[in-house]
């Protein structure tokens, strides 16, 4: 079952435009997010988490939104830069799984940020 | 300092055969992390070390993969008869510690093509 799902494959947007990136799970027991930012060839890289006892936290152009009664977060990126065009990943971790911080990924939204 | 590096790049092989990929970690980095990602998905966790030990194996798909990390750095994945659904690019990353609000440095990974 997929825990983390980013139901939107694709975005696409003008530059100096918002660019808002959604994600959704399903379990409870996470109570911390990230966004990572995969180029082409390279690893993912991480762009900015959220804690669950937060429901905002903002690094520059980029916010990132926590409603944790709708299980969501979402990404903002203001404004939008062709630079910024990349797929991104929403992660989830939490302690229950006994430890570590094994990361749960979804499947990556390949935003483009047109001129 | 230098990222999290992987070799090799890409690997072919045919199935059945055996196959290793390394990871170095980020120095002084004590808790490494496989994932795969297969196409169109995200990355998947597949095991984590905490020093030498591997701390959570449970996403080893199967036992044809095997992890080590003898001296607390470099790990190398191992996969015995490969086949063709093995085929995906294989990530490694590493963090300070296992903490959950460690950042997790991603290295480029290594595409393994199963023929």
């Known amino acids: 079952d997929q825990q983390v799902k980013q139901n939107s494959p694709s975005l696409s947007v003008q530059e100096g435009r918002i660019s808002i990136l959604n994600c959704d799970y399903t379990n409870s027991m996470f109570d911390y997010f990230l966004w990572y930012k995969k180029y082409p060839a390279e690893g993912p890289t991480f762009l900015i988490s959220i804690s669950s006892i937060k429901d905002k936290n903002e690094d520059g152009r980029f916010t990132v939104f926590l409603n944790k009664s709708a299980k969501h977060l979402s990404l903002h990126i203001v404004p939008s830069q062709p630079g910024d065009s990349a797929v991104y990943f929403c992660a989830a971790s939490g302690y229950f799984t006994g430890g570590g911080n094994k990361l749960t990924f979804g499947t990556g939204t390949q935003l483009k940020v047109e001129l | 300092g230098a990222g999290v590096s992987q070799t090799p790049s890409n690997k072919v092989t045919e199935k059945g055969k055996y196959v290793e990929l390394r990871c170095d970690p980020i120095s002084g980095h004590t808790a490494l992390y496989w994932y795969r990602q297969s196409l169109g998905q995200g990355p998947e966790f597949l095991i984590y070390?905490?020093?030498?030990?591997?701390?959570?194996d449970s996403g080893l798909p199967n036992d044809r993969f095997f992890a080590v990390r003898p001296e607390g750095s470099v790990s190398t994945l191992k996969i015995q008869r490969t086949e063709r659904g093995d085929s995906a690019v294989y990530l490694c990353?590493?963090?300070?510690?296992?903490?959950?609000?460690?950042?997790?440095?991603f290295g480029p990974g290594t595409r393994l093509t199963v023929l």
């Open positions: 070390f905490q020093g030498t030990g591997a701390a959570d």
């Open positions: 990353a590493s963090s300070l510690t296992s903490g959950e609000q460690d950042t997790q440095y």
